[in-house]
């Protein structure tokens, strides 16, 4: 069930940095489901929105018919349990990264959201760096894990950690797509070129096929000039790869992780609910997502 009425296809809905942002289309049902496409939502700065971004992105797809996958790819488990699944004396993405679990469908757990499952994470994936540095063909061991999956779902959403450590480039190696939220401020933007970076040479030297999908601008506040001033420069350094979508800063986010669901299921109508189908609309439009 929709929360929003259908939106017009390119009506304007702000402008912002000089720039037209505008809205998408309801995604169309799919007539059937996989091969999934992979995305990896990637900064290595912390606390810029990653793991809200995965938990609701992920909520909004399924919401528009679509099977989504996240992984949770940071010890610290805040996607897990951001979507309430349990952690502890479960199968977890650490267990099929170093193989002591074949089968990544055993890791598998369904969230209370219809077409939204998750592999969880926690504190044991810290140690995998370790375990993988003597690894054959190190780089491509989670897209090996994935590849058993991917047919069952239309998207995989990968919550990296803050890092561009081995776990990062095992993500980038077995995406698609790269998602990077970018929250608007000054110091969250100096890192953005060297993530960018890092991309190139994945794709370089990795995956060729290896796609930038877009900067999400997070945390905006319109009544600060800084959070402007920052939209300004992003917008002027990236032009056409900063998405359309903006998510602004709200207490609604906190408040759906303490309850352990997305802002879709906690606050359905506020408007942080909202950006978040929007965003899902345009990453169907653009073709990122089936």
Not at 109 to 131: F, K, M, R
Not at 238 to 267: C, E, H, W, Y
């Amino acid at each position: 069930m929709t929360h929003m009425t259908e939106a017009v296809a390119d009506a304007p809905v702000a402008t912002i940095a000089g720039r037209e942002f505008r809205d998408f289309p309801e995604p169309p049902p799919l007539q059937g489901h996989g091969p999934a496409r992979i995305i990896s939502l990637c900064n290595q700065k912390g606390g810029v929105g990653k793991t809200t971004t995965s938990i609701n992105l992920g909520a909004a797809l399924a919401e528009a018919g679509r099977r989504v996958l996240v992984v949770d790819f940071d010890p610290q488990g805040a996607l897990s349990a951001g979507l309430g699944v349990r952690t502890h004396d479960v199968v977890t993405i650490y267990d099929l990264l170093i193989g002591t679990v074949r089968d990544p469908a055993l890791a598998i757990q369904h969230t209370g959201i219809p077409n939204l499952d998750v592999i969880p994470a926690n504190i044991d994936l810290s140690a995998a760096e370790v375990h993988l540095v003597n690894e054959v063909a190190r780089e491509q061991i989670l897209a090996r894990v994935l590849r058993k999956v991917t047919d069952a779902y239309d998207v995989v959403l990968i919550d990296c950690q803050p890092s561009l450590g081995l776990l990062t480039v095992n993500a980038l190696s077995a995406s698609h797509g790269v998602l990077i939220p970018l929250e608007c401020e000054y110091f969250a933007l100096r890192g953005v070129a060297l993530l960018v970076e890092t991309i190139e040479k994945v794709k370089d030297r990795l995956n060729p096929a290896l796609e930038l999908d877009g900067i999400l601008p997070t945390m905006y506040d319109s009544r600060t000039l800084h959070s402007r001033e920052v939209m300004e420069r992003v917008v002027e350094a990236f032009d056409d790869n900063v998405l359309n979508t903006i998510i602004g800063r709200t207490i609604k986010f906190p408040d759906s992780s303490v309850a352990g669901m997305p802002v879709l299921q906690f606050a359905p109508e506020h408007s942080s609910a909202q950006s978040y189908r929007r965003l899902a609309r345009e990453l169907v439009a653009r073709g990122a997502v089936a």
